[in-house]
């Protein structure tokens, strides 16, 4: 167990629909990171917060956005579902006083548009 | 700039062998290069890092070794089990703020034979 904590487990919805996955870091780490998992994509970085505030961006979509709340949990907002959005979103979590950059990730939300 | 080459993309070994996973880079502004193992339906795991200052680290059964000069690295296995059998993904970040997002490779199936 990771410490980091994501919810909900599996999510079923219908093209064009919004959803909102939620992540919870490790206790007192401030950075989360978000990224997507797909079979033809592989793992690949979404966004990073930092206490608060957006530090990076990866390959995110503009219809995708997330935010991190003051006692450090972050959401991610995924909207006008396509089929291809069907993944297995994480979120991780690094310790501000990390030597190197450990990031501890979540079980994940698996994501699936019908 | 970016990309992480991971091979081979699947493995078979034997119970009691040594599973060998390689991965190369290309930008020379990485400076921490960690190993994650993934389970069916579970988050990837941090495995064993390491930073270019040393050639090989060791934990346990797992060791890395680095060849900055080649931009490769590689994951050992010593006397594999077959609770070994996961999915490994390499990755590479640097230390910049705002770039210590994790890039990965597409990721190892290893199947551990008993």
């Known amino acids: 167990d990771s410490g980091v904590t994501q919810t909900p487990k599996h999510l079923i919805t219908a093209t064009g629909q919004r959803v909102t996955l939620r992540c919870s870091p490790r206790?007192?780490?401030?950075?989360v990171y978000w990224y997507q998992q797909s079979l033809d994509q592989g793992l690949q970085f979404l966004i990073q917060?930092?206490?608060?505030?957006?530090?990076a961006k990866g390959n995110i979509l503009e219809r995708f956005s997330a935010q991190q709340f003051p006692d450090l949990h972050s959401e991610l907002n995924l909207s006008s579902l396509e089929l291809g959005d069907s993944a297995l979103y994480f979120c991780?979590?690094?310790?501000?006083?990390?030597?190197?950059?450990?990031?501890?990730f979540g079980p994940g939300t698996r994501l699936t548009v019908l | 700039q970016q990309q992480v080459k991971q091979s081979p993309q699947s493995l078979i070994v034997q119970k009691g062998g040594i599973s060998i996973i390689n991965c190369a880079y290309e930008?020379?502004?990485?400076?921490?290069f960690p190993w994650y193992q993934q389970f069916p339906g579970k988050g990837p795991a941090l495995l064993i890092a390491?930073?270019?200052?040393?050639s090989e680290k060791k934990e346990g059964r797992f060791t890395i070794s680095f060849n900055k000069s080649a931009k490769q690295f590689s994951l050992h296995i010593m006397d594999s089990q077959p609770g070994d059998s996961a999915t490994y993904f390499c990755?590479?970040?640097?230390?910049?703020?705002?770039?210590?997002?994790?890039?990965f490779g597409s990721g190892t199936r290893l199947q551990v034979q008993p």
């Open positions: 991780a979590s690094s310790p501000t006083s990390a030597v190197y950059n450990e990031q501890f």
């Open positions: 206790s007192g780490d401030l950075s």
């Open positions: 917060y930092y206490n608060g505030e957006e530090r």
């Open positions: 930008n020379t502004a990485f400076d921490y």
């Open positions: 390491i930073r270019p200052d040393v």
């Open positions: 990755a590479a970040s640097t230390k910049d703020t705002g770039r210590r997002a994790l890039t």
